[in-house]
C-alpha cells in the first residue's frame, strides 16, 4: 500500500510510492536504510505525498544523511532536490540524465534524433558524482556503488551486504525497459553479468517485490534477451525490417499500450547487432529504420 512503511529486515524500511503504472507496477520502491542516521535510496516522483510518507517513515531523532539515486527517469530522481531541501542531505548518483552513455549512443542522441522511451529527468543533477566502486557509509550501514548500465546511461546498483538495490535493472515482476539512445543493450548484458559477480543472493528493486534468487532472476532475463535476439535474426533473414514491424511479429501477446516499449526494445537490439556487425541499417537510425543482416 503506497505511504505505508515497511520494515523488509533488521535495518531496511521500504516507503511505496503512489505512481501504479503498467511501467512502474505497484508504484516505486523508496528504501530507508540504517537507523538514527539513515540512507534514502531511490526518493521517487515529485509527490508531496510521498515526501510526507518518507519522512514519516523516520522514527522520533532520526535524520536523512544521505539520497541515492539509481538513476535519472522521472520515477525515481525528481523527489531528490526537494526531499535534501528539506534534510540538508546530499544527492549521490553517478551523474546527471547523460552521463555514462556509450559513444554511440552519444551520436544518436545528437543526430538521429531519438528520444528515450520513458520520462527522462533532465534537470536531475546530484551534489555528489558516484564512481563505480565507491562506497558510501553511515553509522551502521555501508553500500558499494556498482556502475549498472542499460537500462539507463547513470544507472547504479548499490550492494549491501549480499543484497543489492537493482533499481531497474533487474526485476522480479518484468523485465527492462531498454529505450536508446538512454537505453544500451550490449551495455544492459555486460551490466547483467557485472551484478552476477558482485555476490548478490537477494535484490530490492525500484519496482516489485523482493528477488528472493537473484542468480536465477539474472539467468532468466539473460535468456530472455537472448532469445529475443535469436528471434530478431530469425525475423531479418527473411527480409529487412523496422523495430515496430519487428516487434509485432514477435511480441504477440503484448497489450496494445506497451508495444511502443516492445518496439523500443526491439531497436535497442537492433543497434546491438549493428555495433556488433551482425546487421546493418538503412539509412539514418530512427525507429522507422529498416535493418538487414550482414
Keep these: 500500500m503506497a505511504g505505508r512503511v515497511e520494515q523488509l529486515e533488521p535495518g531496511l524500511r521500504r516507503v511505496l510510492a503512489p505512481n501504479p503504472s503498467p511501467m512502474t507496477f505497484h508504484g516505486t520502491n523508496t528504501y530507508i536504510l540504517g537507523e538514527g542516521v539513515v540512507a534514502v535510496i531511490d526518493p521517487g516522483p515529485a509527490d508531496p505525498v510521498h515526501l510526507g510518507a518518507i519522512l514519516g517513515a523516520l522514527s522520533p531523532g532520526e535524520r536523512i ?22 534534510s540538508g542531505a546530499p544527492v ?31 534537470g536531475f543533477a546530484p551534489d555528489i558524482r558516484l564512481a563505480d566502486g565507491d562506497r558510501i557509509a553511515g553509522p551502521d550501514w555501508e553500500v558499494t556503488a556498482i556502475h549498472t548500465p542499460g537500462h539507463f546511461g547513470n544507472h547504479l546498483s548499490f550492494l549491501w551486504r549480499e543484497v543489492a538495490f537493482s533499481g531497474d535493472h533487474v526485476m522480479g515482476w518484468a523485465s527492462s525497459l531498454i529505450s536508446p539512445p538512454d537505453g544500451d543493450m550490449g551495455a544492459y548484458m555486460a551490466s547483467l553479468a557485472r551484478l552476477e559477480g558482485s555476490g548478490a543472493v537477494r535484490l530490492y528493486p525500484g519496482h516489485g517485490s523482493p528477488v528472493t534468487d537473484a542468480s536465477a532472476r539474472i539467468a532468466e532475463l539473460a535468456a530472455h534477451r537472448r532469445a529475443r535476439e535469436a528471434a530478431i535474426r530469425a525475423a531479418l533473414a527473411d527480409g529487412p525490417a523496422d523495430a515496430v514491424t519487428l516487434a509485432a511479429s514477435i511480441y504477440t501477446n503484448t497489450p496494445v499500450p506497451l508495444m511502443r516499449a516492445a518496439a523500443r526494445n526491439v531497436l535497442a537490439h537492433l543497434i546491438d547487432l549493428m555495433e556488433r556487425k551482425v546487421a546493418v541499417p538503412e539509412g539514418e537510425l530512427a525507429v522507422t529504420t529498416r535493418f538487414r543482416l550482414r
Design 65 to 86: 544523511g544521505h539520497i541515492l539515486v539509481t538513476h535519472a527517469h522521472l520515477d525515481h530522481s525528481p523527489l531528490a532536490r526537494p526531499l535534501a531541501e528539506v
Design 92 to 122: 549521490l548518483a553517478y551523474g546527471d540524465a547523460r552521463a555514462g552513455r556509450s559513444s554511440v549512443m552519444e551520436r544518436l542522441a545528437k543526430g538521429a534524433g531519438l528520444a528515450g522511451g520513458e520520462g527522462v529527468d533532465d
